[in-house]
């Protein structure tokens, strides 16, 4: 379709006629852009009313939303629930998680009423902190706490770093609750457990909270100082924190039944544990540690308290004292403890007869675990000490720690754990404890195992073991860990027995770890042997004298020997849990 039919060529009338046309196309095309403008306008004023109204309804349906949710909250059974019935429903929650208070403290005002109005739902402190946070935070709680609830205390204090540096290094895969400020919901930070450390900075079975706390920047509003400036207030906070928290938990020592503060290293303000002191009659549990040595010069507290001086502490049962002062004549020691845990300071020397004075004087321990780093040969002598209820034996530290072994008797004993410097051959204090003790069936036995290079100081890591012939005693032995021993002998002993054995050894072993065992070049080979004798292909090892032994089930090897991958390989489909860590020299191999 032709828009215009001018005649062709043009002459001068079809001239004049295309632009008279020309003026009234013109005029016609203004009108019809008039009509558009005018059609968009009312279409977008169309829009903006009906915008309007749908935000008007929008705002109407928030409101009936809200109505609802409100009206649905109120016929909800749980709110026809009476008070006696919730406060049982929060102490079963309280049961399984003991820092749930601040949580449902935060859900409503009902709620938030309940719950302070019930003392022992806050009678669990369970608090992870550093010394820039406000210790206003345990005066909360234990105001909340009332004045007659037993308290079971746990604060851990991280001296490195700030707690939210700390946290984000591992996130998300424990069951150990942190809870930020309510209403937030609460993330889940688990604490790195880097093998052989002494202390864990928390452990990762315990349940820890941390409640809303505000930062003294945040208290006053005002922003972080520039690092130039940084100096005099932030230190004066991290020098006062400790006396102003522990004056606090103090002031309810008499309700304390359990009591642990853990700390990563020394702190600007740890004098202030030395006004713990005094009487604590419903204490079960008490526990100061360090995870590293600290100075410390002689310290007048609980553990250091004069033989003379009269202490309630009747209920007593468990102790645990690590890189801080205690003198071994307190009465602490005195309270026929069943767990005692001590790790000395380099600078505490004592004698061998004052320490086993430590054990006589608990004749009822059910576990004992001791370090120490520096011993010193007995003034008195050593008389023979049993323990008939000890069920855990630990001791590490010094080569005169096997003296000590030495001395004990422990007709009950089921775990025993020897990270004592090497010297001597420790073979023969393990026979002779387990002959003098009637030989308990020991179910676990650990030889140097936990060993930290950094912690030896005269004859090296681990106790020298010469020959492995004592294993074939521990019939009732399910899991062995030995670290700093040559590799071809251990596994040898365990592997199929030669004409001089008379049945398997340790045929009921489901477990072996080794650590730092040197090995010669048949030392996988032994290993390989070991695996294929325990863990045959198709059916059950060979029975040896009416003897089967049962399968392992887990192998750890840790900086022993350079695997390969097809030998872990072959490991893993013999073996359920296999863990390898080879040596740094022969990892790219």
Request: net charge negative.
């Given at each position: 379709?032709?828009?215009?039919?001018?005649?062709?060529?043009?002459?001068?009338?079809?001239?004049?006629?295309?632009?008279?046309?020309?003026?009234?196309?013109?005029?016609?095309?203004?009108?019809?852009?008039?009509?558009?403008?005018?059609?968009?306008?009312?279409?977008?004023?169309?829009?903006?009313?009906?915008?309007?109204?749908?935000?008007?309804?929008?705002?109407?349906?928030?409101?009936?939303?809200?109505?609802?949710?409100?009206?649905?909250?109120?016929?909800?059974?749980?709110?026809?629930?009476?008070?006696?019935?919730?406060?049982?429903?929060?102490?079963?929650?309280?049961?399984?998680?003991?820092?749930?208070?601040?949580?449902?403290?935060?859900?409503?005002?009902?709620?938030?009423?309940?719950?302070?109005?019930?003392?022992?739902?806050?009678?669990?402190?369970?608090?992870?902190?550093?010394?820039?946070?406000?210790?206003?935070?345990?005066?909360?709680?234990?105001?909340?706490?009332?004045?007659?609830?037993?308290?079971?205390?746990?604060?851990?204090?991280?001296?490195?770093?700030?707690?939210?540096?700390?946290?984000?290094?591992?996130?998300?895969?424990?069951?150990?609750?942190?809870?930020?400020?309510?209403?937030?919901?609460?993330?889940?930070?688990?604490?790195?457990?880097?093998?052989?450390?002494?202390?864990?900075?928390?452990?990762?079975?315990?349940?820890?909270?941390?409640?809303?706390?505000?930062?003294?920047?945040?208290?006053?509003?005002?922003?972080?100082?520039?690092?130039?400036?940084?100096?005099?207030?932030?230190?004066?906070?991290?020098?006062?924190?400790?006396?102003?928290?522990?004056?606090?938990?103090?002031?309810?020592?008499?309700?304390?039944?359990?009591?642990?503060?853990?700390?990563?290293?020394?702190?600007?303000?740890?004098?202030?544990?030395?006004?713990?002191?005094?009487?604590?009659?419903?204490?079960?549990?008490?526990?100061?540690?360090?995870?590293?040595?600290?100075?410390?010069?002689?310290?007048?507290?609980?553990?250091?308290?004069?033989?003379?001086?009269?202490?309630?502490?009747?209920?007593?049962?468990?102790?645990?004292?690590?890189?801080?002062?205690?003198?071994?004549?307190?009465p602490i020691f005195k309270t026929d403890l069943r767990s005692l845990n001590l790790r000395s300071l380099p600078s505490n020397h004592l004698p061998l007869d004052r320490i086993l004075h430590i054990i006589g004087?608990?004749?009822?321990?059910?576990?004992?675990?001791?370090?120490?780093?520096?011993?010193?040969?007995?003034?008195?002598?050593?008389?023979?000490?049993?323990?008939?209820?000890?069920?855990?034996?630990?001791?590490?530290?010094?080569?005169?720690?096997?003296?000590?072994?030495?001395?004990?008797?422990?007709?009950?004993?089921?775990?025993?754990?020897?990270?004592?410097?090497?010297?001597?051959?420790?073979?023969?204090?393990?026979?002779?404890?387990?002959?003098?003790?009637?030989?308990?069936?020991?179910?676990?036995?650990?030889?140097?195992?936990?060993?930290?290079?950094?912690?030896?100081?005269?004859?090296?890591?681990?106790?020298?073991?010469?020959?492995?012939?004592?294993?074939?005693?521990?019939?009732?032995?399910?899991?062995?860990?030995?670290?700093?021993?040559?590799?071809?002998?251990?596994?040898?002993?365990?592997?199929?027995?030669?004409?001089?054995?008379?049945?398997?050894?340790?045929?009921?072993?489901?477990?072996?770890?080794?650590?730092?065992?040197?090995?010669?070049?048949?030392?996988?080979?032994?290993?390989?042997?070991?695996?294929?004798?325990?863990?045959?292909?198709?059916?059950?090892?060979?029975?040896?004298?009416?003897?089967?032994?049962?399968?392992?089930?887990?192998?750890?090897?840790?900086?022993?020997?350079?695997?390969?991958?097809?030998?872990?390989?072959?490991?893993?489909?013999?073996?359920?849990?296999?863990?390898?860590?080879?040596?740094?020299?022969?990892?790219?191999?």
């Amino acid at each position: 379709m032709h828009l215009c039919n001018y005649p062709e060529p043009p002459t001068e009338s079809t001239v004049s006629d295309a632009r008279r046309h020309l003026q009234i196309q013109r005029q016609q095309l203004a009108q019809l852009a008039d009509k558009i403008v005018s059609a968009e306008e009312a279409l977008a004023q169309i829009v903006v009313d009906r915008k309007r109204e749908i935000r008007e309804m929008q705002r109407e349906q928030h409101v009936l939303e809200e109505k609802v949710m409100y009206t649905l909250a109120y016929i909800s059974p749980i709110r026809r629930l009476p008070n006696e019935l919730l406060r049982h429903i929060f102490m079963f929650n309280f049961d399984d998680h003991p820092c749930c208070a601040w949580v449902l403290a935060s859900v409503c005002d009902l709620w938030r009423r309940l719950a302070l109005s019930i003392p022992k739902l806050w009678s669990k402190i369970r608090l992870v902190t550093t010394q820039s946070a406000s210790a206003d935070t345990i005066r909360l709680w234990l105001e909340r706490s009332g004045d007659k609830v037993p308290l079971d205390i746990e604060i851990y204090l991280r001296v490195n770093g700030s707690l939210s540096e700390s946290s984000n290094r591992a996130r998300a895969t424990s069951p150990t609750p942190w809870l930020p400020p309510p209403p937030s919901p609460p993330p889940h930070y688990v604490l790195p457990h880097p093998p052989g450390t002494a202390i864990l900075l928390p452990p990762a079975h315990t349940p820890i909270i941390v409640p809303q706390s505000p930062s003294h920047h945040d208290a006053w509003g005002a922003s972080p100082p520039h690092p130039s400036s940084r100096s005099t207030p932030q230190l004066q906070r991290n020098t006062h924190w400790g006396h102003i928290a522990i004056f606090y938990l103090i002031e309810q020592m008499h309700r304390w039944q359990r009591f642990v503060f853990r700390f990563d290293k020394q702190f600007s303000s740890i004098s202030a544990l030395k006004s713990i002191n005094g009487d604590a009659p419903m204490l079960r549990e008490f526990e100061i540690s360090c995870a590293e040595t600290i100075y410390a010069a002689e310290w007048y507290w609980l553990p250091c308290t004069s033989p003379s001086t009269p202490l309630a502490l009747s209920k007593l049962e468990s102790l645990m004292l690590h890189h801080v002062p205690f003198r071994w004549s307190s009465p602490i020691f005195k309270t026929d403890l069943r767990s005692l845990n001590l790790r000395s300071l380099p600078s505490n020397h004592l004698p061998l007869d004052r320490i086993l004075h430590i054990i006589g004087s608990n004749p009822n321990l059910e576990s004992l675990n001791l370090h120490f780093a520096v011993v010193l040969p007995a003034i008195l002598p050593l008389l023979p000490t049993s323990l008939p209820r000890l069920r855990e034996l630990t001791f590490g530290g010094h080569y005169h720690m096997s003296t000590l072994v030495d001395a004990l008797v422990l007709p009950a004993l089921d775990v025993l754990n020897l990270d004592i410097e090497a010297r001597d051959p420790i073979e023969d204090t393990i026979t002779n404890l387990l002959q003098r003790s009637n030989n308990p069936p020991i179910t676990h036995l650990s030889v140097s195992y936990g060993h930290t290079n950094n912690s030896t100081l005269y004859y090296g890591p681990g106790g020298i073991v010469i020959s492995w012939n004592f294993l074939a005693d521990l019939n009732h032995l399910q899991s062995l860990s030995v670290g700093g021993t040559p590799l071809e002998p251990f596994l040898a002993a365990l592997g199929t027995p030669d004409e001089e054995q008379a049945h398997w050894a340790c045929p009921n072993l489901t477990s072996v770890a080794m650590k730092s065992c040197h090995s010669l070049p048949d030392g996988i080979a032994k290993l390989v042997q070991l695996i294929e004798a325990r863990n045959p292909d198709t059916g059950t090892a060979a029975m040896i004298n009416g003897v089967t032994p049962s399968k392992l089930r887990h192998l750890e090897l840790y900086d022993c020997a350079t695997v390969g991958q097809d030998v872990l390989d072959w490991l893993k489909k013999r073996v359920d849990e296999v863990v390898c860590v080879e040596p740094t020299y022969g990892r790219s191999l």
